[in-house]
């Protein structure tokens, strides 16, 4: 639990910086991601190729679609759940993201926001459950 709070910490300090400057510093994600990949049973060369692949193909489309540091928090956020639980915040996200949109017609929303309000979702259920 202790890991998720760090992480958790880590998501709404990144959160403020990117609703506040639409940019992240990713250097926060240092600490939680040497623990998320010490200390947890993940794949880290699949996830490295992968996310080394989504860097490429989004720095090729001009970061268009998602941010770079978007994607440093959701590489990060892989180390720490499972790929039910991962696909299960990004649902969460997404709907808040979609709603916000519907709401504000902005083309360009912080995302990181979103992936916090999804794993504050996530976390808020594996308590309910034990």
Same mark, same amino acid.
């Given at each position: 639990?202790?890991?998720?709070? $760090? $992480?958790?910490?880590?998501?709404?300090?990144?959160?403020?910086? /990117?609703?506040?400057?639409?940019?992240?510093?990713?250097?926060?994600?240092?600490?939680?991601? @040497?623990?998320?990949?010490?200390?947890?049973?993940?794949?880290?060369?699949?996830?490295?190729?992968?996310?080394?692949?989504? @860097?490429?193909?989004?720095? &090729?489309?001009?970061?268009?679609?998602?941010?770079?540091?978007?994607? /440093?928090? $959701?590489?990060?956020?892989?180390?720490?759940?499972?790929?039910?639980?991962?696909?299960?915040?990004?649902?969460?996200?997404?709907?808040?993201?979609?709603?916000?949109? &519907?709401?504000?017609?902005?083309?360009?929303?912080?995302?990181?926001?979103?992936?916090?309000?999804?794993?504050?979702?996530?976390?808020?259920?594996?308590?309910?459950?034990?």
């Amino acid at each position: 639990m202790f890991f998720d709070l $760090l $992480l958790l910490t880590t998501l709404l300090t990144l959160s403020y910086q /990117d609703v506040c400057h639409q940019y992240i510093n990713s250097l926060w994600l240092i600490l939680p991601l @040497l623990l998320g990949a010490l200390f947890y049973r993940t794949p880290i060369w699949l996830l490295f190729s992968i996310y080394c692949l989504c @860097l490429v193909i989004n720095i &090729l489309s001009g970061e268009r679609f998602i941010g770079n540091g978007d994607l /440093d928090v $959701l590489a990060t956020l892989s180390l720490y759940v499972t790929f039910q639980q991962f696909w299960f915040i990004c649902t969460i996200a997404c709907a808040c993201q979609l709603v916000f949109h &519907l709401l504000t017609h902005k083309q360009m929303i912080a995302f990181i926001p979103a992936i916090t309000m999804g794993y504050i979702v996530f976390l808020v259920q594996q308590i309910w459950i034990k």
